[in-house]
Each structure stands twice: as structure tokens, then as C-alpha cells.
């Protein structure tokens, strides 16, 4: 079945830092990819997405770009805030059932300090 | 912005009893689902209703638990009778279609405790 991996977390960056959050992910057919974030006592929230290969999803200085050759979408943001502290989820929608079904990575925790 | 809203945000129960969680999905929304998420492992899919019935749903939405939406605003996840192993955050999540790339919207989430 579907799956999708994770980098393990908590990942602890300074404020202004570069940021790599890796996934990758098994699929049949042709998946569309999805970062979710998550910040402390909230719901899931869309940060991007990507439908097909090579598209890049960006938002608030995020981007990812769907690989397919790698089957990965790597999350990055070229400058962490404080403000990004929350926890990560890559996910991907098999889009071949009646309705759309998410399959979540594990969640990677980021952490960013002054 | 149009948002998914969850009540209770949480709940302690005792094994045994039934529990209902209630979610308002988006007003325009077509698809509605569940998902839940054990503390520190993944969310995972539970069920997927479309068009008054479920499309499509996963081993874990055994007998126990069952989905209903009883007006035109609000869709239910019950628990029958809850076990300790169903303490968890349950998501309510609504969209608009399901083609490609179709978005999920989240609302944020009932936790669960069953002692």
C-alpha cells in the first residue's frame, strides 16, 4: 500500500537557519503530494502542495518540489522564523477512490530558537 | 475563512460508553472524513463519506464506530462502546471534490480519552 517516510524529529534550528525536512514516498499511479502543518494546540493546516512532477509547491517561504525519479518532496525554507515552530506532515492522496484519501508521514517536530 | 469546526475539543469517557464527537464541515463542502491520531504515531484515514454514504473506509473503522450526517451541516463519528486504545485526536476533514490535488481542510481536532 501507500506509504510515506518521514525524516525522525525533533529537528532544533536557530532563527534565520536553512531548512530540510526530507520525505519520500511509495505510491501506485500518480499521487498528489502535500505538506500539513500543524502549530501547538491547532488543527491540521495546508502549507503546499504539488500535483504532478516537478510542480513546486511554495508558501510563507516554504517550497517543495515533487520528484518522481526520487519519489520524494523534500520540505525547504531558506530562513526559519520562531513563528515556524510546529510540527510538519508530509502526506500524499491516492486520488483513486470515490474520495480522496490522505496517507500521512509520522510528523517531524521542528524547533526554532532565538 | 471557511473553516471545519470540531465539538468536543475534548472528552474523557469511561470504557465501555458510547461517545459521539460532532464536526460542522465547510458549507459547500461535498466529501467529509475522519482521521485520528494516536499520541506520537502517524494520523491515520479512518472513513470517507460522500453522497450520504461511506465511500470508502479502513480497518480500523470496525463495527464500533459509525458515521452520520443527521441535517445538512453536521456529519458524527460514534464510538459504540470505547476502549482504552481509542484515546486519540479524531479530525473531522471536509473538500470540495476529489480530483486531482483536491485539498483537505482540517478542523482541529477532538482528543479523546478513554480510561
Known amino acids: 500500500g501507500d506509504s510515506v517516510t518521514q525524516m525522525e524529529g525533533p529537528v532544533t534550528l536557530s532563527e534565520e537557519a536553512f531548512l530540510t525536512i526530507n520525505c519520500t514516498y511509495t505510491?501506485?499511479?500518480?499521487?498528489?503530494l502535500f505538506w500539513y502543518v500543524q502549530y501547538p494546540g491547532e488543527g491540521l493546516q495546508l502549507l503546499l502542495k504539488?500535483?504532478?512532477?516537478?510542480d513546486k509547491g511554495s508558501n510563507k517561504g516554504f517550497e517543495a518540489t515533487y520528484r518522481k525519479e526520487t519519489t520524494s518532496f523534500h520540505l525547504e525554507k531558506g530562513s526559519v522564523q520562531v513563528s515556524d515552530s510546529a510540527v510538519y506532515f508530509c502526506a500524499l492522496s491516492d486520488n483513486t477512490g470515490t474520495a480522496s484519501k490522505l496517507t500521512f508521514g509520522t510528523g517531524t517536530r521542528l524547533q526554532v530558537t532565538l | 475563512e471557511p473553516e471545519v469546526t470540531q465539538t468536543p475539543s475534548h472528552q474523557v469517557t469511561q470504557m465501555g460508553q458510547e461517545v459521539i464527537l460532532r464536526c460542522v464541515p465547510i458549507s459547500n463542502h461535498l466529501y467529509f472524513y475522519w482521521y485520528r491520531q494516536i499520541l506520537g504515531q502517524k494520523v491515520e484515514f479512518l472513513v470517507s463519506f460522500y453522497n450520504n454514504e461511506i465511500s470508502e473506509k479502513s480497518e480500523i473503522f470496525d463495527d464500533q464506530f459509525s458515521v452520520e450526517r443527521p441535517d445538512g451541516s453536521n456529519f458524527t463519528l460514534k464510538i459504540r462502546s470505547t476502549k482504552l486504545e481509542d484515546s486519540a485526536m479524531y479530525f473531522c476533514?471536509?473538500?470540495?471534490?476529489?480530483?486531482?490535488?483536491?485539498?483537505?481542510?482540517f478542523g482541529e481536532g477532538s482528543w479523546l480519552t478513554v480510561v
Open positions: 504539488a500535483t504532478k512532477a516537478d
Open positions: 505510491a501506485t499511479g500518480y499521487p498528489s
Open positions: 476533514a471536509s473538500s470540495m471534490d476529489r480530483g486531482d490535488g483536491n485539498t483537505i481542510y
